[in-house]
């Protein structure tokens, strides 16, 4: 019987379901990881961390097309090309590998989908109102509110995408996740309060973990 567990976490642009899980990782004591992917990514391959960075939850397309934007990858030597395909690959064995080693919450980048043969595992889903999102994006980044109902536009779009043309499963519906939680209908600790009964009801955690 498995050790460890993983918690995922899908979310939408503003909903602060990153905040959600690192509370929810430092009450359960477990280790936590959204862009410490991409660090972790860079040094399984040994590619440089702009690749990654400039793919994150991006479907398919070659990085050949950054150059035509101006994006430099310094004195990094390659064959032909990386696919976006193929830094996910790298990345989908990098968070197979954290969730073998240890308990874990992992923010994004189809985590769900990539261990979905994991049977110690609770996937969810965060969302919010636009409105709260709007005002979340707009002080978080200190920009008006037009510029980060742009940014949300943008942001809905590019998830969605990128977690349907790497799953089999729908980015935000219900049936793809164990639990999908509106994290503007109450305070953000009671929200993590909620999730983590939840997780250690399912995942029959002992309160010493």
Known sequence: MEENYVITVGRQFGSRGKEVGQALASRLGIAFYDKELIT??????????????????????????????????????YNDFLSNDKLFQIQSEVIRKIAEKSSCVIVGRCADYILREKKRKVDIFVHAALEKRVWTVAHR????????????RKMDKTRPNYYNYYSDKQWGVASSYDLCVNSGLLPLEETVTFIQRFVEQVLELKKAE
């Open 40 to 77: 972790l990514a860079s040094k399984e391959s040994g590619l440089c961390q702009e690749f990654f960075e400039k793919a994150d939850e991006k479907n398919s397309g070659s990085l050949l097309q950054a150059f035509a934007a101006g994006f430099t990858f310094g004195s990094f030597q």
């Open 141 to 152: 980044q200190s920009i008006s509110e037009q510029e980060a109902r742009d940014m949300i």
